[in-house]
């Protein structure tokens, strides 16, 4: 089935470590994004990428990598750096054209203990 | 991409029509009018977008009004599982970089 992929659906860290969260889709879709959730809150723009090679940050960048090496992943590390980072993290993916309907996949809850 | 506005929460009673409303009145003439809706734990769901003319689907029905400042969900036959929140949101023709502004949408409540 086509869809967008996420792993590790829970995930626990410790302080001070590095983590990455994965993200694979085979809709063949250009653009591709990172979102944090918090909750009861909306989605808050990380990283979105529209072209292999290629990203740009979003709102809430400070904290996070990616890289888009492939049109199909697109990882999210979250580092050290971010200073709150248990939350729900979504990617989605869209087409670059008219309508631009973004997909999610089915989240990863990081908590740091 | 314009600020939607919906209500914080609304109960349907199951088997009957959900009218899910959301106030866009700042939308430009390039927008598009989105639905989603999320599910606890979840992530969400896209369920119908529009334009300026009414669209239906298998899921829902999307009602605009003439002069686009407005809109309405319909889910005609509300199930338990329609339970969710849903976001009224607008993205721009051919040009989203993705910075959807979801808000806090509206938490529907089906009841038997």
């Known amino acids: 089935d086509g869809g967008i992929t996420q792993s590790p659906k829970y995930l626990f860290r410790k302080e001070g470590q590095n983590v990455t969260l994965s993200c694979e889709q085979n809709?063949?879709?250009?653009?591709m994004y990172w979102y944090r959730q918090d909750p009861g809150q909306g989605l808050r723009l990380i990283y979105y990428?529209?072209?292999?090679?290629?990203?740009q940050k979003g709102d809430i960048a400070e904290g996070y990598s990616v890289s888009r090496e492939k049109k199909e992943s697109f990882p999210l590390t979250v580092t050290s750096a971010q200073k709150n980072p248990t939350a729900f993290y979504l990617c989605?993916?869209?087409?670059?054209?008219?309508?631009?309907?973004?997909?999610f996949g089915e989240g990863s809850w990081l908590t740091v203990v | 991409d314009a600020k939607t506005t919906q209500p914080p929460s609304m109960d349907c009673a199951e088997g009957r029509a959900a009218n899910l409303p959301c106030n866009h009145s700042t939308i430009s003439g390039n927008e598009y009018v989105y639905w989603y809706r999320q599910i606890h734990s979840q992530g969400p769901q896209y369920i119908i977008h529009g334009l300026k003319n009414n669209e239906t689907n298998e899921m829902a029905s999307l009602i605009i009004t003439e002069d686009r400042k407005s809109s309405t969900l319909i889910l005609p036959h509300a199930t338990l599982r329609d339970t969710a929140v849903y976001y009224c949101i607008v993205i721009s023709y051919g040009g989203s970089q993705g910075n959807l502004i979801f808000g806090k949408g509206t938490k529907l409540s089906v009841k038997p």
């Open positions: 809709l063949n879709h250009d653009a």
């Open positions: 989605a993916s869209s087409t670059q054209g008219s309508g631009n309907t973004i997909y």
């Open positions: 990428s529209q072209i292999v090679n290629d990203f």
